[in-house]
């Protein structure tokens, strides 16, 4: 691994001030959402790709968004789409932004994601598996570039280009780097990933900051970390420092109750940037709309809910479907808001967030 103080120095360079990220996010209505998938999509590949794009679901499903007063989505791309498909990635991603506008809804897109399958390919995708969480759900890149690092340059093109086209529209919310670029997957597909991913992934982590903000982006850069304490610089990982150093505004993920929650953005506060999670809300953990949305809105801290409508992605079914698939209803959704006809899943949340939102 690359020394940790040239790694910091390569993803920090051309970092916005303390000031600069603040007075940003003094003009940013509270972002409030969640992470986005369309229900007909399994993974990022499904949603974008052009024999598979579904503009009218999408578009129905950011009106039942719009409805609980959200204002802001989270969405994952992937590096296959420029390699494969380039001019109809780009024009997707443009028709996606019309829709979302009309919603009044900013977007947060995520370029590298450890999480998931191993070995994404182009073309028709997997079904899902039944009774089990996110099946089809795709890491970009593979663990091919992250096993031969040498690959990884051929991805610059692919951030700067996505960044430097988009550099300018107020419709782009925030570039989001990397999403847990540690995960091994251990609870699912963990036997054919990288155990040390974290310490692999740190120098690409670096170089991908470098390349976003070679693209000019006029929206700050982020990349959320999500396990450990983080009160002091000599408890984080190398790539937490990456992640923390290189963010323009600090984002994080929180599975866990409101105490927890409170003492993560505490640890947190020490950076003196605006805080976005951009993961929480798996009811059977006690990460619930009831008990951390009001909180997050109090501190103007953006909130993004893992799951909007149950479909494809199946992910209100929980972790532990990895080693044992529920039957079709499970009995508690883990996470996901509304039903595939756009029934909510508990009405009462649905009165809650849009209470909350103001929607």
């Not at 900013?106 to 999480?115: H, K, L, N, Y």
């Not at 550099?167 to 995960?183: A, F, H, T």
Request: net charge positive; glycine share 6%; with cysteine.
């Amino acid at each position: 691994m690359q020394n940790l103080d040239h790694m910091i120095t390569t993803a920090s360079k051309g970092r916005w001030s303390r000031k600069k990220a603040n007075d940003w996010y003094a003009g940013v209505k509270w972002p409030v959402g969640a992470n986005f998938m369309p229900a007909s999509a399994i993974n990022q590949l499904e949603m974008w790709q052009d024999a598979t794009f579904d503009a009218a679901r999408i578009d129905k499903e950011l009106g039942w968004a719009a409805s609980l007063g959200m204002n802001s989505m989270r969405v994952f791309l992937h590096d296959l789409l420029w390699k494969h498909e380039r001019k109809a990635f780009l024009k997707n991603v443009d028709a996606y932004l019309k829709i979302a506008k009309r919603h009044k809804i900013r977007t947060m897109f995520v370029f590298f994601d450890s999480c998931w399958y191993q070995f994404p390919y182009p073309g028709k995708q997997m079904p899902p598996e039944p009774g089990v969480h996110n099946s089809g759900w795709l890491q970009s890149p593979g663990v091919r570039y992250l096993r031969d690092a040498t690959l990884f340059d051929e991805l610059e093109e692919y951030v700067t280009g996505i960044v430097h086209h988009f550099r300018d529209d107020d419709r782009v919310l925030v570039w989001d780097i990397w999403n847990e670029p540690d995960n091994n997957n251990h609870m699912s597909r963990g036997i054919r990933d990288i155990a040390d991913k974290g310490a692999v992934v740190a120098p690409l982590l670096a170089k991908t900051f470098k390349w976003a903000r070679a693209g000019k982006p006029s929206q700050p850069l982020t990349s959320g970390i999500w396990l450990g304490d983080w009160d002091q610089d000599a408890k984080l990982q190398s790539w937490q420092r990456v992640q923390l150093e290189g963010s323009d505004v600090i984002s994080f993920h929180r599975y866990s109750d409101l105490p927890s929650t409170r003492a993560s953005v505490d640890q947190l506060r020490r950076f003196g940037r605006p805080m976005l999670c951009t993961e929480y809300m798996a009811r059977a953990v006690g990460s619930t709309f009831e008990a951390i949305l009001p909180y997050f809105k109090e501190e103007k801290i953006a909130a993004y809910n893992w799951g909007f409508v149950a479909g494809k992605s199946q992910t209100f079914y929980p972790w532990d479907s990895w080693q044992s698939p529920y039957p079709p209803e499970p009995p508690l959704w883990f996470h996901d808001i509304f039903r595939k006809n756009g029934k909510a899943y508990r009405k009462e949340e649905v009165e809650l967030i849009t209470r909350v939102t103001g929607g």
